[in-house]
């Protein structure tokens, strides 16, 4: 069973900066892809940021030029860097990985990781 956990949120100030963690269980070069995800309240779950296994990236428009996804195979962990944050980035954050489908297929888009991996998630709030 793969476990997915993540940490690194918390409550900042609009402008400031938060590296989220995910930590993996398995080897992460195990994935073809791997993302971080956001659902805010009342809102449904939308995809930020993904890392293919080949290093690509994608991001959603709302994410570009303020956040950096990057993975640290060594240590099985996925990062989440985000800069610049706003109230409107206030969620809950989780990571996600497929075995199944590469990023140019599953990229942001929730759907494909369905049936994979989660995480269960960690707090983002941004205060004005």
């Known amino acids: 069973q793969v476990h997915l956990v993540e940490s690194g949120g918390g409550s900042v100030q609009a402008g400031g900066s938060l590296r989220l963690s995910c930590a993996v269980s398995?080897?992460?070069?195990?994935?073809?892809?791997m993302g971080w995800f956001r659902q805010a309240p009342g809102k449904e779950r939308e995809g930020v940021a993904a890392?293919?296994?080949?290093?690509?990236?994608r991001y959603a428009d709302s994410a570009k030029g303020r956040f950096t996804i990057s993975i640290d195979n060594a240590k099985n962990t996925l990062f989440l860097q985000m800069n610049s944050l706003k109230p409107e980035d206030t969620a809950m954050y989780y990571c996600?990985?497929?075995?199944?489908?590469?990023?140019?297929?599953?990229?942001?888009?929730?759907?494909?990781?369905?049936?994979?991996?989660w995480g269960k998630g960690t707090l983002v709030t941004i205060s004005s």
């Open positions: 996600a990985a497929t075995p199944r489908y590469d990023c140019v297929n599953a990229g942001i888009d929730p759907y494909y990781y369905a049936r994979d991996y």
């Open positions: 398995e080897y992460t070069y195990s994935f073809y892809c």
């Open positions: 890392l293919d296994s080949d290093g690509g990236t």
